[in-house]
């Protein structure tokens, strides 16, 4: 009805992402040692990536019947990225630092039509530690760590949590719960791993009622990754 649009009524906002790598993977440990020694990660890849975001007031949906369309053309952005990662492991404690999504250059993009992309390839600064022990037969890794972008300040990416799995075959088959709490949400996520196959699903409870004044709700997640 037309009196809804003088009422304070919500924003509905969507944000859709698709993103695909490939390129090279390197893992790097001292040889010869098994319970003290240092390791890292240097990956090579490039990144395809495209963004959307629609955003409308229900008002407006309720009084005209329509909703608003995805762009019809793509911002799709073709980059070259590389992800650094050193970490040290002693008697079941793992240490690591890195940074993840350093864009090296900018292969070929869609701007002319399509724009920019809304989450632009950032760097994120990581620093990780856990430790890993047996519980009735399960591993148990509880972990705390902190990441950094330059959306957000370091106290708002500190988190901890626990895993809590079953694994066989080398670790190829295997199920996992998470428990995981940030300064904003806590993350309850469980698993299954069929070697190069990853499924999980993930629920966010928000520890907050607002942020930046914006009310926040529960966020659920779905993830299905296939690993050649």
Known sequence: P???????????????KAEGTGGLYFDIKEENKENDYFYGKFDLYGMLRLDAQVKQNVGTIVATGKTAELPK????TMSIATDLKVGYFIDNFDVSAGVEDVKITTMSDNKAKGGELIYKVDPMITVHGKYT?????????PF????KRTQYSFTDGIYAGADLGFYTWGDRLGIRARGMIDTSYLLLSPMLKLWLMHLDYSIRLPTKAKIDGMKISAIHGLNFRLFF
């Open 73 to 76: 053309d793509t911002n799709q």
């Open 144 to 147: 705390i760590g902190v990441h």
């Open 2 to 16: 037309p009196s809804l649009l003088n009422q304070e009524v919500p924003d509905v906002a969507v944000y859709i």
């Open 133 to 141: 022990t047996d519980l009735l037969g399960f591993k148990l890794e």
